[in-house]
Each structure stands twice: as structure tokens, then as C-alpha cells.
């Protein structure tokens, strides 16, 4: 068996099981077999897992991601999952959680807090969040308009390698 076998194998394996853990847990029942919906699943353990190993948000809210694609019966609870991981500081996930919160998916639509969250993923650097924001304060989207502000993090995420933000960037230079 090849190393690459192994490793996907493995790879497949530990996403199973990242999987299994996400899942939300029902009512735990013992009997003579052992516990059925065990308490270790769900957002508690996601909560758990981001508190005592923060070094493996990436993985986890990358889980949480998957999750959320999934459709609108798993909306509420990526919603949880991916509050949690945006907490924690993940910046991909602040960005999810924006668009979940803009489009309503699992919770109320709600601008303002769609555009809190790409403001806090820029303000870490990341420059999906400021072309995000950029647009915000572009649009009045959430936050009252500023084209100033909009030109200095648009121009923060074309720095930081944003090609959407460069384009529009240089559309807003010949307008």
C-alpha cells in the first residue's frame, strides 16, 4: 500500500470521525450495550474541542463548513458551529457566518451583524473580509455608506492578494 494510501485513508478517516463528533446528539440512552447518541457530540464538544485545542479550529470549523452546505436541516446548528468558530478567531469562518446572517440561514437575516463579521475578518488581515467590508461600506450594506473607508480596505484587500478587490478597485478609478 502506497503512503499516499495511507494517508488519504487516515485523512478520511479522522473527517469521518470530525464529522460524527459535529453532529448534533439526541437524548442519551444506556442500556446493556452501551449509550446510544453518546453525550460527546454536537456544539458542547465542537465548544469543548475549539476551548482545549485552538491549534485545530482550522480542521474543525472546516468541518462545521461542510456541514453547513449540507442544506437548510442543518442550518441552525452550523449556525451554532460556526458562531463558535468566529469566536475563536477562525477568519474563514467569520466570513461564513457573515453570509449566513446576509442570506438567513439558520438564523434571521440581519445586515449589520453580516457586516460586523467580515469587519472583524479584516481587521485580522484577511483580505476576503476586508474586500467583504470594502463592499459593505460601499453599498451602505449594514453600515452606513463611505467611500473613503470602502477605498481603504478594498485597497487593503488588493494588497493582500484580493483579485475581486483590485478589479473593482480599478473600475472605481475610472468611474
Not at 24 to 43: H, K, Q, T
Not at 101 to 116: N, R
Not at 125 to 134: E, I, L, Q, S, V
Request: glycine share 12%; with cysteine.
Amino acid at each position: 500500500m502506497s503512503r499516499f494510501s495511507i494517508l488519504s485513508r487516515a485523512a478520511c478517516l479522522g473527517l469521518a470521525a470530525a464529522i460524527i463528533a459535529l453532529m448534533p446528539g439526541g437524548e442519551a440512552r444506556a442500556d446493556s450495550w452501551g449509550n446510544l447518541n453518546p453525550e460527546e457530540g454536537g456544539i458542547a464538544h465542537l465548544a469543548a474541542e475549539l476551548a482545549a485545542r485552538p491549534d485545530r479550529a482550522g480542521f474543525l470549523c472546516w468541518v462545521v463548513y461542510e456541514t453547513q452546505k449540507g442544506g437548510a436541516a442543518e442550518s441552525a446548528t452550523s449556525f451554532k458551529g460556526l458562531q463558535l468558530c468566529a469566536q475563536a478567531g477562525n477568519a474563514p469562518s467569520m466570513i461564513l457566518l457573515a453570509q449566513a446572517y446576509d442570506q438567513g440561514l439558520g438564523t434571521a437575516p440581519d445586515a449589520a451583524w453580516s457586516t460586523y463579521w467580515v469587519k472583524q475578518a479584516a481587521a485580522q488581515g484577511y483580505a476576503t473580509g476586508a474586500y467583504h467590508y470594502g463592499l459593505a461600506l460601499l453599498q451602505g450594506h449594514g453600515v452606513p455608506r463611505d467611500a473613503g473607508q470602502a477605498r481603504f480596505w478594498l485597497d487593503r484587500a488588493a494588497q493582500g492578494g484580493d483579485r475581486d478587490a483590485a478589479r473593482l478597485l480599478a473600475n472605481l478609478t475610472l468611474s
